[in-house]
């Protein structure tokens, strides 16, 4: 219902722009999922995160656009992409997953549509709009914010993450060494 509320109130460039990057954004999580060569896969994440860039373009918050490009579709991906090199990963052999786990997927895949509808018709009205700190959604108040509040948080992400990249490279040698 919001949704349809904040694409009513987009100008007829804005929806094209919109629809243009929801079938790009969708496509390109298609090829991420379903490709079977890594590097492929990688560079379509690439421009998944890219068109998730341009989402928050559209929603004129030009500074998590910004981020999206440089820390996202630009780092991690190198990052990413690197890891894929090092490891020397093949595509996968020939054949199809079988029928449990399409089966399986399939009923996790329309469970998440059916949450989405359910979370989508239940919202309620908006609340009144208060008043807003003057920084609010900048780069100094983000930066307050993340290295303030919740400095503890986002290094305990980064470590996670850090930890996760490292256990993915232990198990994917070990594999290549058998």
Same mark, same amino acid.
Request: charged share 10%; hydrophobic share 65%.
């Given at each position: 219902?919001?949704?349809?509320g904040?694409?009513?109130?987009? $100008?007829?460039?804005q929806?094209?722009?919109?629809?243009?990057?929801?079938?790009?954004?969708?496509?390109?999580?298609?090829?991420?999922?379903?490709?079977?060569?890594?590097v492929?896969?990688?560079?379509?994440?690439?421009?998944? !995160? !890219?068109?998730?860039?341009?989402?928050?373009?559209?929603?004129?918050?030009?500074?998590?656009?910004? *981020?999206?490009?440089?820390?996202?579709?630009?780092?991690? =991906?190198?990052?990413?992409?690197?890891?894929? =090199?090092?490891?020397?990963?093949?595509?996968?052999?020939? &054949? &199809?997953?079988?029928?449990v786990?399409?089966?399986?997927?399939?009923?996790?895949?329309?469970? !998440?549509?059916?949450?989405?509808i359910?979370? &989508?018709?239940?919202?309620?009205p908006?609340?009144? *709009?208060?008043?807003?700190?003057?920084d609010?959604?900048?780069?100094? &108040?983000m930066?307050?914010a993340?290295f303030?509040?919740?400095?503890?948080p986002?290094e !305990?992400?980064?470590?996670?993450?850090?930890?996760?990249?490292? $256990?993915?490279?232990?198990?994917?040698?070990?594999?290549?060494?058998?």
């Amino acid at each position: 219902m919001i949704a349809l509320g904040v694409m009513a109130t987009m $100008g007829s460039v804005q929806l094209t722009v919109f629809a243009l990057l929801a079938v790009l954004a969708a496509g390109s999580a298609l090829v991420v999922v379903l490709h079977r060569n890594p590097v492929v896969e990688g560079l379509f994440l690439v421009l998944h !995160l !890219l068109t998730i860039a341009g989402f928050y373009a559209l929603l004129e918050a030009y500074f998590f656009a910004v *981020v999206q490009v440089l820390i996202y579709a630009g780092a991690i =991906m190198v990052l990413i992409i690197f890891v894929i =090199m090092l490891l020397n990963l093949q595509p996968e052999a020939k &054949g &199809g997953p079988g029928l449990v786990p399409m089966f399986f997927a399939f009923a996790m895949g329309l469970a !998440l549509v059916l949450l989405l509808i359910r979370a &989508g018709t239940s919202f309620a009205p908006d609340p009144p *709009v208060g008043a807003v700190a003057e920084d609010f959604g900048t780069a100094a &108040g983000m930066g307050r914010a993340l290295f303030g509040a919740y400095f503890y948080p986002f290094e !305990l992400v980064s470590l996670a993450l850090l930890s996760a990249m490292a $256990g993915a490279i232990v198990l994917a040698k070990r594999h290549l060494e058998d």
